[in-house]
């Protein structure tokens, strides 16, 4: 990543009037689609977008497995469309699971098909990949690995991540790192900033070979090759640092697929990479190799408010409980409400978010709750 795109240095200056061009498009083409000019795609089930506004590494991936686990823990089952970055797919979806070749699917979603028991689709148009999990599986939501500006594909809701770089020098490419105007953030529903409204944590490094595990907190005082080819190798190397390992760091670009030379030093010292790096490592590791599992917690205050969003589509009205008995709620057309039979309250609906607070709620007539029966 440029040093110039974090600061507005007289490059960053000079490649500015390129950055306007670059924007220009951008927004351009988001017009054309949202006036209907250019025809988008609707997927006939609710797509979450998980994107960036940024080019570089924001913990997307293990984002995206959170939010998947956290559904199917929900009894609602997601899949997952991703454009396989790295990959090779040209037009054709193709299913990925943890034995598929990330050199042809791309290593992101080998890597999340390695913790997730649910559809996953790489295909870099988007569209193909949602008809594909449709047609082939039973799905209640499609979580899109990335494409915030792949206009195309309708969405319901946009969940933006913004790494520790925030927005850099805040010019967009190729002056600074944002792929689309900062002021496009007032639109989308969600934002969440790495390392502070949620955390990657590590629990333990893992031997590529034997499996064996290596507890995090005997890594201080070590002396490590670090390697990372993904967005921000610098977490990666941070991360190891603030566990007290002396690195020695080796970064790759993002998606690089690795050889043995690249992975191999004349020295007897442990090699660490990143999860994402060692599903393309597999076939090429030692018993020197390991990598760093992480994984993240999303923010309560977050997944309440996503639900709420959600509440609209079947079956998501169905998993609403009643704030007081925790009861299951059911939706009432006429009037638009949410009925808890049991506490004889019915909750408003307000521009599609269901207000559940039962000082907003309606007490139901005996006549009412007569019909209900
Ligand atoms: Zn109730």
Known sequence: MPTFWTRRSPLAWALLPLSWLFCGVVKLRRLAYRRGWLKFYQSPIPLIIIGNITVGGTGKTPFVIALAKYFINQGIKPAIISRGYGGKIKKEPQLVDKYSDPKIVGDETVLMAQYLNCPIVACPIRKYAVEFIIKNHECDIILSDDGLQHYALQRNIEIVLIGEQGLGNG?????????????RLKTVDFILHKNQDFILKAQHLKNLVSQDIFEIDQLAGKTVHAIAGIGNPQSFFQQLQTLGAQIIPHSFPDHYYFKKEDICFNDDLPVVMTEKDAVKCQMIATSRHWYMPVETDLPMDFL??????????????????????????????????????????????VDEIPKLLETEARRLSLEEYDQLK
């Open 304 to 349: 309440i408010s996503l639900q709420r969003k959600l509440a609209m589509f079947k079956p998501f009205l169905d998993i609403l409980v009643c704030p007081i008995c925790k009861g299951k709620l059911h939706y009432q057309k006429q009037p638009h409400e949410l009925i808890c039979p049991a506490c004889r309250l019915a909750y408003p609906i």
């Open 171 to 183: 010019f967009c490419l190729p002056a600074g790192m944002l792929r689309e105007s900062a002021n």
